[in-house]
């Protein structure tokens, strides 16, 4: 693929017999110059270089050859593993803007990658690509977070408040953190937990585990459990919320800004998505004279915010929910963080993962907080 298409040469006619012999000798060289190359070729200064290697030098064009650790790989993904420290949003820009090309053509991020395409990366202002600044200590908390660890596969408790990677106003995430403070190069999220949810999350450190795990998470063999705390006392101990979520965004604010993306039950809409969430009663309190259920949740599907909204949508929000609990939303700072926190793993040929619930939210069921 070149960045620049050659101007098209006049095709020799051997039906037409008055050239002239300077004519005739044009026609000859064009014959033997090799203007046909095969399409992957590049000019020598635009030889591709591996999608394995790191980019060096993020301000001039760059040509990666995908190889079969990126064979399948979307488009999205295969960028924001390779261009480290740019905002997500900015990577989503870049393909819309036709700044990515695959093959020389358009893409768009949901696109598979296939061995040996050839991705074309204009060049990026360094101002916009940032390396994460973490401190040793920091860093250092992190490492002490794992909970798993083999040689293909990373397990995180991540701590409530921390995005899983940078974008959407955040410098950075747990994803990028994770990378400058293991010095490893290749570290991948397998799946996404809210920025406010503790608990576990998945990160694989070889893209055979990677796609290992997300065809679990695809068909529905890899079970994740949750705890959480809601507003009452539900009434069933053991029940299945099944009802179909749509994703929204919310009317733009006066000062233009875009609004946020929310998710509800919507029974009536094609584009609703099914959605299952089990739940089981473990304990019932109360906390600061309001009745609260201490809850175990599967979600049997994987949809944005289902267990938040599932919850909600029988009466009974989560505790510091700021989107779905219509107390929290009017002020209510009584509890100080969403209390939803991924509590287990179940992955088919691994030993169950769990992470006990963290402190803060241990000190609201035993009535302990400030």
Known sequence: MTEHSQSPK?????????????????????????????????????????????????????????????????????????????????????????????????????????????VRIAPIKLATREKPVISPDFAQSLLERIVYEDEGLIVLNKPSGMAVHGGSGESFGVIEAMREATGKKYLELVHRIDKDTSGLLMIAKKRSTLKTLQEHLREKTLQKTYLCLVVGWISSETQTIDKPLLKYTL?????????????????????????????????????????????????????????????ASIGHPLLGDDKYNPNVAKGDKSVRRLCLHAYQLAIPEYETITAELPVDMQNLIENQHD
Do not use: W
């Not at 037409?16 to 046909?36: C, F, L, V, Y």
């Not at 591996?50 to 990666?64: E, P, R």
């Not at 261009?83 to 997500?88: A, D, F, S």
């Not at 906390?287 to 944005?304: C, D, F, H, M, Y």
């Open 251 to 311: 009317p733009a604010t006066q000062e233009g800004k875009s609004g946020e993306r929310r998710v509800k039950v919507d029974v009536k809409s094609e584009d609703s998505k099914p959605s299952q969430t089990q739940i089981n009663v473990l304990q019932k309190f109360e906390l600061n004279g309001q009745k609260v259920s201490l809850i175990e949740a599967k979600p049997l599907t994987g949809r944005t915010h289902q267990i938040r909204v599932h919850l």
């Open 10 to 118: 006049r095709p020799a006619h051997p039906s037409k017999k008055r050239d002239t012999p300077s004519r005739q000798s044009a026609h000859q060289t064009a014959k033997r110059t090799p203007s046909k190359q095969p399409p992957s070729k590049q000019p020598p200064s635009k030889q591709p270089q591996s999608a394995d290697d790191d980019i060096l030098d993020f301000a001039k064009v760059n040509y990666l050859t995908v190889t079969r650790q990126q064979h399948d790989q979307r488009v999205d993904n295969f960028l924001l593993g390779r261009l480290k420290g740019l905002p997500r949003s900015h990577v989503y820009n870049m393909i819309r803007s036709d700044e990515i090309r695959v093959n020389g053509k358009r893409c768009k991020p949901h696109d598979k990658l296939q061995r040996n395409d050839v």
